[in-house]
């Protein structure tokens, strides 16, 4: 079904025949964490890889420090044997942490890490960076290895992977290979996977922000667009050619301390989002940062849901309507050659909100110091001219911006 054509009736009787096949009722009060035992409700089949994961996944981004263990035994404990980690989350001490807590459990789970393989990379420094992963996870496999944050089809032409891949394969180190990315060519990298069976399994951005049954609602509001409208259309293509889905950044930048107030109909947001996500169709899993036991708990009350609830759209209309100044939307990259200072505002804009709305500076200062040349340095002294205008939904790029710089720069450490 074309992205055009799937409009919100189709998407609520899709609600109502998944919550029929689920024994649930489209109108019955949202389960919360606190209301009964949290724990996984439904395990899906990943694409045709014979694996079976949780509909709700651990993702890793941000562990490390402290208590990294008991969080993932939390996750473990609660049916969450789905792992998603990568070489570069928390510079490798994400990988650390799984290795430890996983100890004596390791068949327990199933784990996905990632490594970026850019046109020139060689299938030596991809064999280097899989034995470094494998060396952090204390494994001697690991079942999915994403190519990460693919956003140019280019990076899909480059035989080194492929030639790395079977070789891995062979000798048991992986099991299945995939891409990863929520970038703005996402749908040409994804159309171009897909078709070639380049990928057993995709790890990509896709929220209630970028699904247009979402936004036919809102119409009236030039706000309310959907950023990669065509996403629906080779989602749904994977899944029928029998490619694995998982969804990622499903909380559509995860604004924190913003939406209690609001959470009165019986669910919180991000359970409100993720009922969204998995009753789309679209999708057969989705992974999310799991950072504290608490948090795990009230995830997992969406787990088991495969329709839409009522309650959740005015819900995710007020998150929508409260983000939309600041929040830079996933696939967008429409001002990303608006700076002549060389500024790479979407990469900016995403340390933003790491910083701000995730409250992670940590993250937020690792990612950013990445950027080099291409911070907003430059931004401290323009007059914003150039880049005012270059958001469609209105985003005030040189005011935040300069206010990113200011918080993350080195020089206001």
């Not at 949290?38 to 941000?62: C, M, N, Y």
């Not at 604004?255 to 679209?282: C, H, I, V």
């Not at 819900?315 to 929040?327: G, I, P, S």
Request: proline share 3%; aromatic share 8%; hydrophobic share 35%.
């Amino acid at each position: 079904m074309s992205a055009s054509s799937f409009d919100r009736r189709e998407f609520l009787r899709r609600g109502v025949m998944g919550a029929a096949a689920a024994g649930l009722t489209l109108g019955a009060p949202p389960v919360r964490a606190d209301e009964a035992k949290a724990q996984v409700r439904r395990r899906v089949p990943l694409g045709k890889t014979g694996l079976e994961i949780p509909d709700i996944g651990f993702g890793s981004s941000r562990l490390s420090g402290d208590g990294a263990e008991r969080v993932v035994l939390h996750a473990l404990d609660r049916g969450i044997d789905y792992i998603d980690t990568a070489e570069s989350y928390r510079g490798g001490n994400s990988e650390l942490a799984i290795g430890r807590a996983l100890e004596g459990r390791r068949d327990e789970v199933v784990i996905a890490s990632k490594t970026k393989c850019d046109t020139g990379t060689s299938r030596s420094e991809l064999e280097e960076a899989l034995e470094a992963s494998l060396r952090r996870l204390r494994t001697d496999r690991i079942e999915i290895y994403f190519n990460h944050a693919v956003n140019d089809t280019d990076r899909l032409r480059n035989d080194e992977w492929y030639e790395f891949a079977s070789r891995a394969k062979q000798a048991g180190k992986i099991r299945f290979t995939g891409i990863s990315g929520h970038g703005g060519r996402l749908v040409d990298c994804l159309d171009v996977a897909v078709d070639e069976g380049l990928a057993d399994v995709v790890l990509v951005g896709f929220n209630f922000g970028q699904d247009p049954a979402f936004h036919q609602r809102f119409t009236r509001s030039f706000d309310f667009v959907a950023i990669q409208p065509d996403l629906p259309r080779v989602l749904t293509k994977a899944r029928e050619k029998g490619v694995g889905v998982v969804a990622m950044k499903t909380l559509r930048g995860a604004k924190l301390n913003d939406m209690r107030p609001y959470e009165t109909g019986g669910a919180t947001f991000a359970q409100a989002a993720f009922r969204w996500t998995l009753a789309s169709g679209y999708v057969d899993s989705l992974v999310v940062s799991m950072t504290g036991t608490e948090q795990i708990d009230e995830y997992l009350g969406a787990s088991g849901w495969q329709a839409a609830h009522e309650a959740d759209a005015a819900l995710l209309e007020r998150y929508a309507a409260k983000t939309n100044a600041t929040q830079c939307r996933y696939g967008c990259s429409d001002c990303a050659d608006a700076c002549p200072a060389g500024v790479n505002i979407p990469e900016v804009l995403r340390t933003r909100m790491y910083a701000f709305d995730y409250e992670d500076e940590t993250l937020a200062r690792a990612d950013y110091a990445r950027l080099g040349a291409a911070s907003a340095q430059p931004c401290i002294s323009c007059s914003g001219a150039p880049c005012r205008t270059a958001c469609p939904h209105g985003i005030a790029i040189p005011e935040l911006s300069r206010r990113t710089h200011r918080k993350l720069s080195r020089s206001s450490v």
